[in-house]
Every structure is written in C-alpha cells, then in structure tokens.
C-alpha cells in the first residue's frame, strides 16, 4: 500500500480565491499547480488519518502517572521552550473509558478568581501526531485564556485507540455520538463537577481530527456546547474508515454533505444551531478548502441561515460571515498561503504557523459572543 504521506504528497494544490470557495460547495475546486513539497510546518501527513511518530516517551509517563480522578499540577507544557508560559494553574487526571482504560486530560485554569457565575470552558481537541500538551503549546490557547478568563481542557486520545492519536470522526458510530464521544462528554462533566463553571458558556474545537471529533461532539450534544471552532477540519457525516476518510480529505462528502446535515435535523428536531467558526489555509493539501466549503453549507443548514454573506477581507485573509439579526451565527476564515497548520501558532511545533491571523485569538473572540440560555 502506497503510504498515507506520499500520496497526500502528490495532490495538486487547492486554492482558489475567496470568492470562489463559497461557490465550491457542491463542485471541488479546480487545481491551480502542483507542489512538490510543502512547507515543514505541514509537510507530515495530515493529523486526521495518517501515520506518524506516536508520543514523546515523556508525556505519555506523565499521562500515566495520573492515578486518581482528582486533578493534580503537571508539568508546564513549554518546559525547555522559548514561548511565554501563562501563569495559572495546569494540572492534570483521567477519566475511565467504557473499556477500563484511562483518558488523560489536561486542565487550563486562569490565574484570577472565576466570576460568580463561573468561568466560560474551551475543549481542545488535538490532531494526529499531537499530544495534548503539545496542542496547547502550540497553539498558545492558555495565553488568551488567562487574558479572558477562560479554563481550557485538553483531552487526549488513547495510543491504544489509535497508533497516532487520531480521533475517529470518520467512523459512523462515532458521528452518531459513540466511540469516544462519551469519554470526552464524561471529562468535561468531571471538571464541571470540580470546578465553578459556567455552564451556559462551554466551547468545543480543535484541529484536523480534533476539529472533526469537535463537530461530533457540538452537534450531538448542542445543549452542553454554545459554539464551536474548527481549524483545518474535515467535512461532517462522511468517510467510513481510514482510507475513505482520505477521499473526504481530497475532494470533500459530495451530496453526503447536506444529507449529514439533514440528518443531524431529524435524530433532533428541536436542534438549536450551533454557531461556528471555521478557519481554513487555502494553501491546505491535506485537508482541502472544499472540506470547509461543505462545512459552511452544512452549518447554514444546521442554523437555518439564509442570504448573502457579509465579506470582510484582510491583508492575508478574508472573512465570510452571516447573520440572524445582529448575532453572528457563522464566521468562515480563509487564509491565504496557510497549509495544514495552526494560524498564528508556535512554528517550533509541527501543525504550527507563525503570523498572523491568530486563531486562538479568533475563536476564543468569537465564543465571547455565545452563551446558552
């Protein structure tokens, strides 16, 4: 079998400009030129699918060193690195899984007492080929989190799940809400337990994989999330196993797309929209713009959203957003040049794009705007 990473290799560059990629809804975008090689912040296989080196020795020591259920101090996750270290508390446990394993988490809290009605929560979900603590390095969530106020929870997916860490989002049991959707709603309910959380202002989003693993979370379980944030992510409802999920990542779901949607509208009737972020590289090969294409389609549908949306561009990328009267229900982000990594995160981690737009910055700006009620 031809390696996961050779053939994402050998894709043709996706990339049309921004007007286009609204367009490409139902229709992949045309390619524009081949590259023989991306960047080395993306050039690994993409964190969705594809094989790649399993954790660092030591993390996976310090994720098995959490023996009970009460979160203890772990180590600052830029430990030997050059980026700035949020000064609140970071500490870490695990829950059980339905098998007798452990998930390991890891738990971001400000360095300020919580308001009374307690502190608004991110769930981070990481790719393939990242842990936990690496996903939060990497992307510097805690630096904005300790400047708003917000707790972070970065789950971690199992090696004995997946060789690479990958959350399954392709997998029809896990898009239905199984696999290991009920592990990760058990964590986030263990730390809603243990500390003042604000219920009413829980986000989920992530990466690649993670970014899908955030979509199945968000729409089987819309009345515990108020948003969502998805960067680089796959496309909802699609993809069967590890190899189909690569055609999901090439060329999108096709019609599958608005059926999945559909679908979502029929298993909950009273399905209250999810606002969504959704930041993309038009530069992507590995998981390509057409995939947030079908995404915007699929939350216009979710959230019953009609009408032209509003375009604001900026100096390396362009905002696409719309409306239900003045609340802002879905912000779609295209940056141009980005590959598969995280905007404006720490280039000395793989996934990782330095400049600017900043992502974190982006998404935990566009949970301000949500709560439950």
Not at 52 to 66: C, D, K, L, V
Not at 115 to 120: D, I, N, T, Y
Not at 267 to 288: E, H, K, N, S
Request: charge should be positive; proline fraction near 8%.
């Amino acid at each position: 079998m031809v390696k996961t990473g050779k053939l994402l290799r050998s894709l043709i560059r996706a990339g049309t400009r921004t007007a286009k990629l609204i367009a490409a809804a139902t229709t992949p975008p045309k390619p524009v030129r081949k590259r023989a090689a991306a960047k080395p912040h993306a050039k690994t296989p993409c964190p969705a699918t594809a094989p790649g080196a399993a954790a660092p020795r030591a993390a996976a020591s310090r994720a098995a060193a959490a023996r009970t259920a009460t979160p203890r101090p772990a180590a600052s996750v830029a430990a030997g690195a050059r980026t700035a270290v949020a000064p609140g508390k970071w500490l870490s446990s695990h829950v059980p899984t339905a098998a007798g394993q452990r998930m390991n988490y890891w738990l971001y809290l400000p360095d300020h007492p919580a308001q009374p009605e307690g502190r608004p929560l991110i769930v981070m979900l990481h790719g393939c080929r990242q842990t936990a603590t690496q996903f939060a390095q990497g992307t510097r969530m805690n630096l904005w989190a300790e400047k708003k106020g917000y707790a972070v929870l970065y789950p971690q997916q199992l090696l004995s799940h997946h060789a690479h860490r990958c959350w399954k989002w392709y997998e029809r049991a896990t898009q239905d809400g199984g696999g290991d959707v009920p592990t990760i709603v058990g964590i986030i309910h263990q730390v809603m337990t243990q500390y003042p959380i604000d219920r009413r202002r829980v986000y989920v989003a992530g990466i690649s994989a993670g970014a899908g693993m955030a979509n199945i979370l968000a729409l089987n379980h819309p009345g515990l999330f108020a948003a969502v944030g998805l960067h680089s992510g796959p496309v909802f409802g699609a993809g069967q196993n590890t190899l189909t999920a690569i055609g999901v990542m090439r060329h999108g779901a096709g019609l599958r797309a608005d059926g999945a949607a559909h679908d979502i509208l029929q298993r909950q009737p009273p399905f209250p929209g999810m606002p969504a972020i959704l930041i993309q590289g038009l530069a992507d090969t590995v998981v390509r713009p057409i995939n947030q294409a079908q995404l915007m389609r699929q939350s216009l549908l979710l959230n019953r959203l009609s009408g032209p949306a509003k375009i604001t561009q900026k100096a390396r990328s362009s905002l696409h957003d719309f409306y239900v009267g003045r609340k802002l229900m879905l912000r779609a982000v295209q940056i141009e040049q980005l590959e598969h990594a995280w905007s404006g995160g720490d280039p000395a981690l793989p996934f990782n794009a330095k400049g600017s737009p900043d992502a974190s910055r982006m998404m935990v700006e566009f949970f301000g705007r949500h709560r439950r009620s």
